[in-house]
């Protein structure tokens, strides 16, 4: 796959591992959650190394010490509706406070044009780091589409977590929005033709709500 400077693909042997598991076909719905969410965590901990810190006085038992934190008020979550929702919690162990909005996207399953039905955004987004979350990144049309979103209403520091990724959806975002830092957990082989990622898992929605 051609290299993009903004995509981060991580090769870390536990996440591997955590992976493998997600995509048995025979983890069941609460296993498939709580690795999402665990998975998220960590990813969200390596995507954060550039972050700006700032100091704080903090007197610890025996003197005062200048310390240096994130400012909290300053991230927010987006989710993808509905596989996106799975990694909310991940993000929010890291950022309890941070606010979350929502983008409601499902593929047509004919044309696999994403097709956005809700958007909700905390006010003050533009000016906060978003994390925009969908485990799946298949042909890159639902997180083009939600980028775009998020531009239209002036957000600037993007960041877009996946779990699983096909390089068509990496060559996607990577062309449609150079400027987006994007973190993947993993990357797969590609697409079959009905746009689901090969070797993959399956629909994550339906993994982590128990539908079809
Ligand atoms: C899945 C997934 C992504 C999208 C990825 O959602 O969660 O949002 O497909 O595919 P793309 O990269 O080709 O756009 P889906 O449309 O199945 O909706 P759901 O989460 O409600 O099940
Ligand atoms: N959406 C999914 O949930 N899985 C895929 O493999 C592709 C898109």
Redesign the pocket.
């Given at each position: 796959m051609e290299s993009y400077p903004n995509v981060f693909i991580f090769d870390h042997p536990l996440i591997k591992h955590k992976v493998s598991i997600l995509r048995d076909k025979n983890t069941g719905m609460k296993e498939f959650r709580e690795l999402v969410e665990e998975i998220t965590t960590v990813m969200t901990y390596e995507s954060m190394k550039d972050v700006a810190l700032v100091p704080v006085e903090v007197e610890t038992p025996l003197e005062k010490t200048v310390q240096y934190r994130v400012p909290e008020e300053s991230v927010a979550i987006v989710p993808?509706?509905?596989?996106?929702l799975g990694m909310v919690n991940g993000v929010h162990r890291v950022f309890p406070t941070a606010r979350v909005g929502h983008i409601?996207?499902?593929?047509d399953e004919e044309t696999?044009e994403?097709r956005e039905y809700y958007c909700k955004l905390p006010d003050g987004i533009e000016g906060k780091t978003v994390f925009l979350v969908?485990?799946?990144?298949?042909?890159?049309?639902?997180?083009?589409?939600a980028l775009a979103a998020l531009k239209r209403r002036g957000c600037r520091d993007i960041r877009f977590m996946a779990i699983i990724a096909?390089p068509e959806?990496i060559a996607?975002v990577a062309k449609a929005h150079p400027d987006v830092r994007v973190y993947v957990s993993t990357l797969d082989r590609g697409?079959n033709e009905h746009?689901y990622i090969l070797p993959g898992l399956g629909?994550?929605?339906?993994r982590l709500y128990g539908?079809k």
């Open positions: 993808i509706l509905r596989a996106g409601g996207m499902y593929r696999l994403p969908d485990p799946m990144l298949a042909t890159g049309g639902s997180a083009c589409d096909a959806g996607a697409l746009g629909d994550a929605g339906d539908t």
